[in-house]
């Protein structure tokens, strides 16, 4: 069976990009911000994903690119056989399957609150609006709906269904997003929103370090899709002649600016509506994005007409990223199983519509999935992949990333030496802040414990 491949280097960039600009940046990432002190997660954000979220996705790349396979097969085909470095491919195509099982639900919520935009049916009370269709039997269905638009997309394969998809998705979703950022910036009110998002809080960042970089760090591993082998899959479908370097670059950036972006329409718009942060806002949470801003747009002129545009956008974001979660596990059945892509598409969608239901209609595991499950995951599955291509690869990774790079060939020295001992690290460390925390314990409580 030929394998498929990416027909332009511009479908390959859009189709990352796609991936990596999802719900991560105009949904979790609102919120996350809101509930980490707005400036001072916004800060540790950024170091991150340019101190360890672009050195990551460049080794996910080297990987899948030099194997032409997905994370499983790559890393045993890598490993000259292990059937360990397997498992821990497998590991990540097993969190894609978890990631989409909740990511579907609130796409789902998104294709409900973008029709229900033409009627303004939420205008009238948000918050019970949102209550009256979070879990339930409505929310499986529109799970089901979500899912249904993303297996139709991945059927029709890398060519003709994802890359053609996302050469249309994404310069919408930048250039409504952005003419969305220009009116809410404008809007009487708006200054306060904007002081909150970027304005620096050192004290606050302080009071609060580990919370805000463990946070920070799990938001800039799902906001790029890394952990969870998506850029390993897109990128086993180049060719040599990449600059991988440069294209990691680029995707970054484009991401980054997308969730600033988001947040320009959010805050702003919150702020000129309520005056404050306040309530669901303020919380974080699931739902601050649905009930606050189908508030904030029932007290702006044209209010209909944005929110259309608002969840349309989201809709689109979803989608991008929604394709390719299920592109990872699709690339397995069909490189090693060597499954018919649409037999293989149709079998993950049949599964995941059971497990996503599942959190559709259980509010505390749907909870535990999307807040702590995922974020675990990914930050384990990462520092899989950046110890596999530091160590195993080692020599071979640096020379796969320096074929068809140009000036940038020059870092890859830097760039190996950090994927193999200062990221893992990092990585390790906001993986056991994260277990800690899970456990009801803090930084200081285990310090105490260490040092008497």
Do not use: C
Not at 190 to 206: K, S, V
Not at 408 to 433: C, D, E, N, Q, Y
């Amino acid at each position: 069976m030929t394998r498929e491949s990416w027909h332009t280097r511009l479908g390959f960039i859009l189709a990352a990009v796609g991936s990596a600009v999802g719900l991560g940046n105009v949904w979790r990432f609102p919120w996350m911000t809101a509930e980490n002190g707005g400036s001072a997660f916004l800060v540790v954000y950024l170091a991150i994903v340019l101190l360890v979220g672009v050195p990551g996705l460049l080794a996910e790349f080297v990987i899948g690119r030099r194997s032409n396979r997905n994370p499983a097969g790559a890393m045993f085909r890598l490993s000259s056989g292990s059937k360990s470095w397997g498992m821990v491919g497998l590991f990540g195509v097993v969190t894609a399957v978890v990631l989409l099982s909740f990511y579907s639900v609130v796409g789902g919520w998104i294709v409900r609150y973008f029709l229900s935009s033409f009627i303004g049916s939420y205008h009238a009370a948000p918050a019970a609006y949102f209550s009256g269709i979070d879990f339930g039997i409505g929310a499986a269905f529109y799970h089901v709906v979500f899912l249904s638009l993303t297996a139709f997309i991945v059927v029709g394969g890398v060519r003709d269904g994802i890359e053609k998809a996302t050469k249309v998705m994404m310069p919408l979703i930048l250039l409504l997003l952005g003419a969305l950022a220009v009116w809410a910036t404008s809007q009487p009110g708006a200054g306060a929103g904007l002081e909150f998002y970027l304005n620096f809080d050192a004290a606050y960042l302080q009071n609060n370090f580990f919370d805000v970089l463990g946070a920070a760090a799990g938001q800039a591993l799902f906001t790029l899709s890394l952990g969870v082998g998506t850029m390993i899959t897109y990128a086993s479908y180049l060719g040599d002649d990449n600059d991988l370097a440069l294209d990691g670059s680029i995707i970054a950036v484009l991401n980054t600016g997308v969730g600033v972006l988001a947040g320009l329409v959010v805050f702003p718009l919150l702020f000129a509506t309520l005056g404050e942060l306040s309530g669901t806002a303020a919380k974080g949470g699931a739902g601050a994005l649905f009930i606050s801003l189908a508030g904030a747009f029932s007290q702006v002129p044209f209010g209909t007409v944005l929110s259309v545009l608002f969840f349309g956008v989201i809709t689109l974001a979803a989608l991008s990223s929604s394709i390719s979660m299920l592109e990872i596990p699709v690339a397995y059945l069909v490189d090693e199983h060597d499954m018919e892509r649409r037999n293989a598409t149709l079998g993950l969608a049949g599964l995941i519509l059971f497990t996503g239901s599942a959190n559709a209609l259980n509010p505390a595991l749907f909870d535990f999935v999307a807040s702590t499950l995922v974020d675990l995951m990914l930050t384990t599955g990462l520092v899989g992949f950046l110890v596999f291509a530091g160590w195993v690869l080692g020599k071979d990774a640096l020379s796969e990333f320096s074929a068809g790079a140009g000036r940038s060939r020059a870092i890859g020295p830097a760039w190996l030496w950090s994927i193999r001992t200062v990221l893992p690290v990092f990585l390790a460390g906001t993986l056991l802040v994260n277990l800690l925390a899970l456990a009801g314990f803090s930084v200081g409580d285990l310090l105490a414990f260490v040092v008497p």
